[in-house]
């Protein structure tokens, strides 16, 4: 990722979060005369999506916290033209310039690019439903829509709260709600919450919400909101009506595409912009990166779309490398991803039965149970993992891991075998580190493929 | 690690602890029927040697909860002929059989084998030293060390306590009896304590040491025990003599393998016994397992003498595979260990850089200072990370890490990707898992390899 090279003419960045300022700091550390204009339609730039839940739920206090750098330190530190309040509209690629609304106006300039990188992120999904303009219904899409619930909460001091999905945010944030003592409902249409799980390590999660207090309704859709005087009131399932002052969205989210698709770049899964390894789109001078971006999946080898920090951060470095003339390549993700709720920590990695189901692969399975630490260590929590292999070849395919203080993290063993096409078998070898203070003597994903190779 | 095939005639096995019994347990899983005679000279089978520092600290309370399973029970549930007190005295590679010194008793037995494990472990080593008889000197040689430790503490409560040597255990050590409000010294001849790190790394670990009132004397051999009565009362250096009541030796350890040497089976490093992949000495019928046995180093590719219990029981199942007629392979090791000082995790794996400048490679270091949680996240705490990487290649040579909370167990990544003959570079990309409450967007590990891709 070095030897960097000349000038390559005006970089635009459309999208100031994570992808963006990514890039836009990667291309300034390369080169320092370098002409870097960001257009962010917010008032923020590079926050941290992730921790609003922790705002919300008042495990930390400041907005400013959650801001790493303001829009005024890379103008002033990093000599970066970030213009909040900017909305894009429209990509003109034949002229490459891009029309942008500018800020507090209905005024539309024209600002040529020689490289445009589109890191525009995504926005929630909500299927549409009767009553979804209600005030009091939240995405959860960057830190403004984060600063509304904090405010919302605060002014209307809701009672009854229902979250609608059971992913990560919506998870979290029906911990954080709980935290403030309201009485959280979360309805799931799947049978158990985080499906990003198979259903037997899902229940573990749903367990571990039913123990901090939340209300759970599983295998249960929802139809419609119920609305008086412009205001949410409830929320109506096949089932039932639940009473809502306030509802979260946790249905996942969608690339914030639009741009793209207009000017006719390619788009791939779930309409995310479609990238090659250097996040190129397939239009010359046009870059996309973060979340609405696709990335290669390289256990499966198919184009994904994974919206998460941690890979539009990672996406925003190679966009920045190659638009400042570097050579740099993502070679990927394996579906990492990790969670906190309450004192549980949930990960998961790889293939779920069902992808595994859909791709016609013959796999194992094998779930075991045991401790995050020495089981005479003071603290030892428990921790169940469940690990996935290939019948024919012994490949491993996945894992996933519930448990107490400790048990997360190890995930990321898993990760990093799968990422170099390891076995099962070459699970069981590894030199993981022990003592009793961090592990049994056989750390737990050992102990979960000793117990798989039997069954491959 | 399957496909089980017949009976070979009977299994003599010389130690109960972690690779002896290890093997034993395989082999009894495979074969219901074999004939297994274990032979261990102390009163204990199958016990964590590791938690007897958190025994004597008052961490766990009960001697037997450090006991995974009793001789009793592998005789009555596992139908495995445990006999403790037993000491093998001579191996006759000749006749086929081990003389064996009958418990309580100087008569001497033979046991025929047909296939022979040699899982003797490791003793505490220490140089000839004026003195060393004294009583109240102690190194740390299995569960009757520790309970006599245990023992003396409570009979004489001694007030000065020496630990010489500054690795993992002198340093369990040296916390526990300052646990127990002892006026704790450590003497240690190397620079920093853990040389096993290096220095600038083993220099955080010394400042947490002092942090907890233990009082290091560095670069600073000892000479002589000063004796009274028989009874130890100080450490004698070349620069002081520091008064102590008690001696913990915590020099390390070295293999048990005279039985091995007297019978002419080959050793390798440090005089461990030299064992193949498979667990095989260069004698038929003849394995070894344990602190006692060789492992393969499969960074640098040469064998060494790694005494710890991950790795014992890993060679135990192994040479029980092949005991037992199935077909294992141990890979060998990366150098992986971890230890927590009080609040201090401690980690590393591959090679050092004094190993590196004995092998002549043209190595690179960086060391980075993050947070092990995304800042704003409450418990988020001080971590240091440094990673050396060859220069030609971008090879991954290793890592160490220091910090607090969730620090340490990070170096299961390096490890695996170690043993996956990773690249620097190619640790930035991986799909590690992130979360506010776990880990900063870029995970540790990845910015640490981001700083030393720019020196490769």
């Known amino acids: 990722m070095s030897n960097i090279s000349k000038d390559k003419g005006r970089v635009v960045i459309l999208g100031g979060n994570a992808a963006g300022m990514s890039a836009a700091s990667k291309i300034r550390r390369e080169q320092p005369e370098r002409d870097i204009l960001v257009l962010e339609k917010t008032a923020y730039t590079s926050y941290s999506s992730c921790g609003i839940p922790y705002l919300i739920g008042g495990l930390i206090e400041q907005v400013d916290s959650l801001v790493v750098r303001s829009p005024q330190?890379?103008?002033?530190?990093?000599?970066?033209?970030?213009?909040?309040?900017?909305?894009v509209v429209e990509i003109d690629l034949a002229a490459q310039r891009v029309k942008v609304q500018l800020r507090g106006s209905n005024q539309i300039a024209d600002e040529p690019y020689d490289q445009l990188l589109i890191a525009t992120g995504a926005r929630p999904f909500c299927p549409p439903a009767p009553g979804l303009d209600a005030s009091g219904i939240f995405g959860l899409s960057g830190l403004a829509s984060g600063i509304h619930i904090h405010e919302f909460l605060a002014k209307e001091s809701p009672k009854n709260v229902v979250v609608i999905g059971g992913g990560y945010i919506g998870l979290e944030m029906a911990e954080a709600l709980t935290r403030l003592k309201l009485n959280v409902s979360l309805v799931q249409k799947s049978p158990e919450v985080m499906d990003t799980l198979d259903p037997d390590m899902g229940a573990l999660v749903s367990q571990a919400l039913r123990s901090i207090g939340v209300n759970l309704f599983l295998s249960e859709g929802f139809e419609a909101f119920e609305v008086e005087n412009g205001r949410v009131t409830g929320v109506i399932t096949p089932l039932r009506t639940l009473p809502a002052d306030m509802v979260i969205l946790g249905l996942g989210v969608r690339p914030n595409s639009d741009l793209a698709k207009n000017a006719g770049i390619e788009l791939g899964p779930r309409g995310a912009i479609s990238v090659d390894g250097r996040m190129q789109t397939n239009t010359a001078n046009v870059w996309a990166a973060g979340d609405c971006a696709t990335s290669l999946h390289r256990v499966t080898g198919q184009q994904v779309h994974i919206a998460l920090g941690t890979i539009a951060n990672k996406h925003g470095l190679v966009a920045g490398t190659n638009i400042a003339g570097g050579e740099a390549w993502f070679p990927g993700v394996v579906?990492?991803?990790?969670?906190?709720?309450?004192?549980?920590?949930?990960?998961?990695?790889?293939?779920?039965?069902?992808?595994?189901?859909?791709?016609?692969?013959?796999?194992?399975?094998?779930?075991?149970?045991?401790?995050?630490?020495?089981?005479?260590?003071?603290?030892?929590?428990?921790?169940?993992?469940?690990?996935?292999g290939e019948r024919s070849t012994g490949r491993l395919l996945g894992a996933q891991i519930v448990g107490m203080e400790g048990a997360a993290k190890r995930i990321d063993i898993i990760a990093t075998a799968l990422t170099a096409g390891m076995t099962v078998e070459d699970i069981i070898s590894l030199d993981l580190s022990y003592a009793p203070p961090f592990s049994p003597v056989w750390d737990p994903v050992q102990t979960a493929a000793r117990q798989l190779v039997k069954k491959l």
Chains 1, 2 share one sequence.
């Not at 330190?73 to 909305?87: A, L, P, Q, S, W």
């Not at 149970?369 to 030892?380: E, F, L, V």
């Open 335 to 388: 579906g990492t991803a990790v969670s906190k709720i309450c004192a549980v920590e949930v990960a998961r990695t790889g293939l779920q039965e069902k992808e595994l189901q859909q791709l016609g692969t013959d796999y194992a399975t094998a779930t075991i149970k045991t401790k995050t630490r020495a089981g005479y260590y003071p603290g030892s929590g428990a921790i169940t993992v469940k690990m996935l």
């Open 73 to 87: 330190k890379f103008r002033e530190k990093y000599n970066i033209d970030v213009r909040t309040g900017h909305k």
